[in-house]
Each structure stands twice: as C-alpha cells, then as structure tokens.
C-alpha cells in the first residue's frame, strides 16, 4: 500500500514538472508599446487577445485580434487585424498567409538550434540561432520557462560588422520585442520604435514586463503617454529615464519635454566609446558589443547635466 501511494506521488509529481503551460487561451491579452516617432514623447499601444479556437488548413490554431491604439486616438482603435498562432507539443508556429510557420520551440535545451527562418537581405552571413540558457521565473505562483537565444550578423561593411543579437522567450508568454518572432537582417530595421511588451494578462493571471515597471510603475496597460504638454503620466526620480538597466544590447535615454543636446558614454576606465547629438526627446543606444560592466553615461539637455551610471549584461 505504501508502495503504490509512492507511486502515486512520483505520478503526480513528474505530471506536475514537465506539464507545459497552455498557450493563447481564449480572453488572454498582450499589451505591445508603441513609441511614435515626434519631436516629443508619444507612446500609444497594440493589443493582441485571443478571440476563439479555429481551424487553419487543417490545424487547430487560435484567432487573435490586434488593435492599435495611438496617443492621440482617445481609445479609438487606428488599426486592426487578425493573426493565426498554433502551439503543438511545446512548439509555437505563426500563419504567414500561406502556412503555419514555427517562431518557438520549448523542447530545446541549452546548446541546441532553433531552426526557423531568417531572413537576409543585406548581411553577409547570419549564424544559427542558439539557445544560451533557459531559466525559470514565477508569476502568480506558476513557474514558466524562459528561453535566452542569440545569434550573429555579419555584415559586409560598417564597424562593428559582427553584431550579437540577443532574444528572450518567455513560455506562454512569447517574446519580449514584438509580438511575433521573425528574425530579419536588412538594413532598415533598425529599432527606433520601442515595440517592447507591456504587460501579459489572463484571468488573475498579470506580467509586467521590466521595461515598462522602469519606464512606467504606476500606469495601467493600456495608458495612452503624450509628452507634448508636459504631462507624463509616469513618476520617475530624475528628468531622464533610461531603460532598460541593467541592459543586454539596446537602452534608450528619453526625456519628457525637452531636447537631448548630448550624450556621452564611458566606460569604467574614463575611456569616451560613444558621442551622440541627437536633438530630439529620445535616442536608443546599442551597446551589444561593448564587454560586461559598469559604464557612465553624461546627459546634456537645454538645462540638465546629468551623470548616470550603466550596467551592461
């Protein structure tokens, strides 16, 4: 009798660890910011919910409705469409029009590729996109994997031409730029826009992404950011937010109403490796191939200097 409750247990134990979590349930929401490219700091949203279960040549998939909500749109939808996902024995797939292509695979483990497609339209080569590490975060007393990818861009001109690329997946969740993964290398997709994950809900069920509790600790979701009159609707302990930091490859440094005259990066040595002028509210930074440590950045506005200290990954 001990024995088989022994059993039992083990049962219910190993079912408990390697269940994996169920992906796009019906009602689950994701909350994308959308950063709009103005003299000042305009930050709208795109929402994605799962509308209902369907069928798509033949696979049981998901509709997901996409809505876009503008700064200035007064929760009027500017954009709308629909997208198909699927999710099979751990693996994530995405409708591109013609088939379901896959964008996730949660069967892989450190060392291993994921073997999706890329495409390249102006790099060299591009390496095979490998799975560094995977680690466990808990929301709400659930435990979810998450997945640190890389890979490399060679490009055939330019300095750095090798650019190290890094991804964050987080089981049920997805990634954390942008809502679909389609890995591109192509000369205009430089990422000014910040299209970061906000927040992913489901019933009780709420994740806040770090970037936006940094850029945003007190705002709901779906808050509509007009920085054009001086009313930011975030509280923050300086005049310049810098996100995220610590920081892996990318950072911007924004400013709620005024110009940034100049930005200046050292290393820990006091050596100069970044000079920017960018004379606008908002710069993104990479910094993907400096080494791991700490770093100071200047910031110069119509009437702030700021010293700010930097954590690189």
Same mark, same amino acid.
């Given at each position: ?175 954390? +730029?942008?809502?679909? #993964?389609? *890995?591109? @290398?192509?000369? !205009? $997709? ?9 927040? &992913? ?9 770090? +970037?936006?509790?940094? #850029?945003? *600790?007190? @705002?709901?979701? !779906? $808050? ?9 609707? &975030? ?79």
């Amino acid at each position: 009798m001990k024995k088989l409750i022994f059993i039992l247990l083990l049962v219910t134990f190993l079912t408990k660890i390697t269940k994996g979590q169920d992906w796009y349930p019906i009602g689950a929401e994701w909350y994308f910011n959308k950063q709009e490219l103005l003299l000042y700091p305009a930050h709208g949203y795109t929402k994605y919910i799962v509308e209902k279960d369907t069928i798509v040549a033949s696979y049981s998939g998901k509709k997901i409705i996409v809505e876009t909500y503008n700064f200035h749109s007064e929760g009027v939808v500017t954009d709308r469409f629909i997208q198909f996902v699927r999710e099979e024995n751990g693996r994530v797939y995405s409708w591109n029009g013609f088939e379901f292509k896959l964008m996730y695979d949660f069967t892989l483990n450190p060392g291993d590729t994921l073997e999706i497609e890329f495409a390249n339209y102006d790099c060299d080569s591009v390496s095979p996109i490998i799975v560094d590490s995977i680690c466990q975060i808990e929301i709400n007393e659930e435990y979810f994997d998450v997945q640190h990818l890389s890979y490399f861009q060679y490009w055939p001109f330019g300095d750095p031409s090798k650019i190290k690329v890094n991804e964050t997946i987080i089981e049920k969740i997805g990634r954390v +730029e942008e809502f679909l #993964f389609k *890995p591109i @290398c192509q000369l !205009d $997709t430089e990422p000014w826009e910040w299209l970061s994950l906000r927040c &992913y809900k489901e019933g009780e069920l709420i994740f806040r992404s770090d +970037e936006w509790d940094s #850029f945003c *600790p007190d @705002c709901s979701c !779906d $808050t509509l950011i007009d920085g054009s009159t001086g009313v930011v609707k &975030y509280k923050h302990t300086s005049q310049f937010l810098i996100y995220p930091n610590p920081c892996q490859d990318w950072i911007i440094i924004e400013h709620p109403i005024s110009i940034i005259k100049k930005v200046l990066l050292y290393n820990s040595t006091g050596q100069l490796i970044e000079h920017r002028e960018p004379k606008n509210n908002f710069l993104q930074l990479n910094i993907g191939m400096q080494e791991e440590g700490i770093y100071y950045l200047i910031i110069e506005s119509e009437n702030l200097i700021e010293l700010r200290m930097l954590f690189k990954l």
